[in-house]
């Protein structure tokens, strides 16, 4: 998000986060069909918004950024 405030153009990166089920294991489908069985199941970052993460920070320490927002919506698990 690019705004204009008295001390300029301020560049704040927003940053949305998901929780996925771990890119290392392999996933079932349930018996019924109706989705991924969770059960039992590792989850992680998205490792695409790991990516993005680090880039932010990365524009933040040289100064192009003015702050990183990281913001993750779902079960108090996340």
């Known amino acids: ?6 001390a300029g153009l301020v560049l704040k990166v ?3 986060i998901k929780r996925v089920a771990d890119y290392n294991i392999k996933v079932r489908v349930k018996a019924d069909g109706t989705g991924v069985d969770l059960a039992n199941v590792k989850m ?12 932010a920070v990365r ?3 040289a100064g192009i ?7 993750s919506c779902g079960v108090a698990a996340c």
């Open 44 to 55: 992680s970052m998205n490792p695409f918004d790991e990516i993005a993460i680090e880039e």
């Open 65 to 71: 950024a003015t702050e990183v927002i990281a913001v």
């Open 1 to 6: 998000m690019i705004f204009l405030s008295e």
């Open 59 to 61: 524009l933040k320490e």
């Open 14 to 16: 927003f940053i949305p």
